[in-house]
């Protein structure tokens, strides 16, 4: 019997696509129309961003961890939290969780691993982009990285949050992300992570001047596999 996902939510695009993903791709596993048992949980986004926008990282953790509890309390083996930027909160939130976790960017490394890549561009938020998640990730693998120069954060940052966390997908706002996927690309890296988890909503892989690394999708699979204990394909 496949084992009960908790989704701990942030941001509705991104927490929708991982949802949609497990069930989609559940079917492959379990059967048609079949999936693990799924139980999402979020506070209001903007009890987020208070605390985001603080520094308050102590406080962010205190968000997760309470709807941790929640969907433990309704029968939830382990949690998946399909917001990057929050997971600088991670380490505050496994010292008290009642159930184990897995961790985006440990999928994503993983993922890159297994596809030889050797430099990712890591693309999200500003807090994503200049703090601690990806790097403490691809270093331990031995994985290097970049990130898009400072005009290029400051605007990135702007159309998450002025566009993709509002469902808003605009040609233009491709047209300017795969000229900064292009420019990391002429800056030594061979595949790009799509650290906010509505990018791959925005940048579809036909569309990337380099392979993407999907990190929604990546973390709803492995807890797809974490569910029905299937090992990679």
């Known amino acids: 019997m496949a ?3 908790g989704i701990v939510a942030c941001s509705a695009e991104g927490a929708a696509l991982c949802y949609r993903t497990i069930c989609m791709e559940g079917a492959n596993l379990l059967g048609k129309h079949s999936h693990p048992e799924v139980t999402m949980h979020t506070y209001p986004f903007n009890e987020y961003m208070r605390n985001i926008e603080a520094g308050n990282w102590p406080g962010v953790a205190d968000l997760m961890l309470s709807s941790a509890e929640k969907v433990a309390k309704a029968g939830a ?4 939290c399909p917001d990057n930027t929050i997971h600088q909160a991670f380490d505050r939130v496994i010292q008290k969780s009642p159930i184990p976790w897995l961790h985006i960017a440990e999928e994503v490394a993983a993922e890159a691993k297994c596809q030889n890549y050797t430099c990712l561009g890591v693309l999200g938020t500003r807090w994503l982009m200049e703090g601690p998640v990806y790097p403490a990730k691809l270093n331990a693998i031995g994985i290097a990285h970049r990130i898009p120069g400072p005009k290029e954060r400051v605007r990135i940052h702007q159309i998450i949050f002025a566009e993709l966390v509002n469902g808003r997908f605009t040609a233009q706002s491709l047209a300017y992300f795969t000229e900064v996927i292009d420019r990391l690309k002429n800056n030594g890296c061979d ?12 940048v ?4 990337s001047p380099l392979p993407t690394l999907d990190s929604t999708r ?3 699979s492995a807890a797809l596999r974490k569910a ?6």
């Open 3 to 5: 084992k009960h996902i």
């Open 228 to 233: 029905t204990g299937t090992a990679p394909q």
């Open 204 to 207: 579809t892989p036909e569309a």
């Open 191 to 202: 595949a790009v992570v799509l650290g906010c988890t509505e990018l791959p909503l925005l």
């Open 218 to 220: 990546l973390l709803a």
């Open 77 to 80: 083996d382990f949690a998946i």
